[in-house]
């Protein structure tokens, strides 16, 4: 009993450093100095402005969105054992890490949004962590044997989760219904058994925690699914007519209008650059990431910066570039790379 409470503890200790470490050395060691920035001169009302230092801090939460599509690639094409997850962990906090250093020049990111990404990045190392010693080990053997639906399922629901994340945060994912869907199923043979039971705990553990984390989430307050944007050369009548965009000024032809968030602003910036128009202020800031993928790094104007290359888990041939912009350079570097073999992935709003 002894032997086994010492091992037990040590096993406490070992967990407790590989969440409190990486967090530890973000806070000392990853920092920046803030540079003078430039007021805003459209969008001046607090409520409508967001901290300008959150277009970096957003992105730890889109490596685990990310990382989930990396994820489904892989059941797609082979078994869960074949997906990069010490990759996929050291990927998010050596971004969280760099990309702090780039966000302290912007202003400092706020309680919340640490918190939110620590709290995620904890969770989400321990996931991968508890998935990679199961799966490269008890879940390796029985994937020796024939697939099973459950095998199905489980990729169905990898691609699912993977989309649904895109909009939405992931507490509000229906785990149960999926677990209905694992169970429903008949299994043949062990490797469906084997599957049925490991993905039940898991999802139900899943299950569990998001309701503890739809919790606290409402405890800090919802995130705004809307904000506000100043733009340039464009026709207001052919901008109102876009899907969820309200005109909410004109004046010596700048409009302020108020756009959906996450990935909705991403292909309605796109839309909006190719019909000429120009953003001057995107929530009151003129610092703007996005994430472009391809195989080589993308030819970039002269007015944005590479701020970072990592490999796209899950998806052996294609890097992940990070690139910083002034928001009235945007509707410029959104052009120069479509014009080359890779694609757009994101826009990071704040």
Known sequence: MKRL???????????IAIIAGPILYVETLCRGTALTQQQATYITAPEHQRPEARTYMVYPEWHIVY??????????????????????????????????????????????????????????TLEMLFKAAYEETI??????????????????????YATFLQQTPWYKYDFPAWSDTLWAAHPTGIRGWERRIALG???????????????????LGADELTMQVAIQNLDPTYLASLPDVTIIDQTDGTIIAEVPRYRVFTTLAQTI???GGQFIEIAGNDDI???????????????????????????????RYLIAAKVPDL???????????GRIEHIYDY
């Open 139 to 160: 879940g390796r053997l029985f994937s020796l044997a024939a697939p099973s639906p459950q095998d199905d399922i489980e990729a169905e629901m990898a691609q699912d």
């Open 289 to 319: 990431l996005l994430s472009y993928l391809g195989a080589t790094p993308p030819d970039l104007p002269d007015t944005a910066n590479l701020v970072s290359t990592t490999t796209r888990v899950g998806f052996a041939d294609q890097n």
């Open 5 to 15: 409470l010492k091992w037990l503890g040590l096993s406490l200790l070992l967990l």
């Open 67 to 124: 990382a989930y599509e990396g994820y489904a690639e892989a059941l797609r094409t082979g078994h869960p054992h074949t997906f990069p997850y010490f990759n996929a962990i050291k990927g998010f906090w050596s971004a969280t890490c760099g990309l702090t250093e780039q966000a302290d020049q912007l202003g400092k990111a706020g309680f919340n949004s640490k918190a939110t990404i620590y709290t995620i990045g904890a969770s989400f």
């Open 201 to 219: 705990l898991e999802w139900g553990a899943k299950t569990q925690y998001a309701k503890v984390i739809a919790g606290a989430a409402a405890g």
């Open 331 to 341: 509707t410029a570097t959104l052009k120069t790379l479509a014009t080359q073999r």
């Open 273 to 275: 650059t190719k019909a």
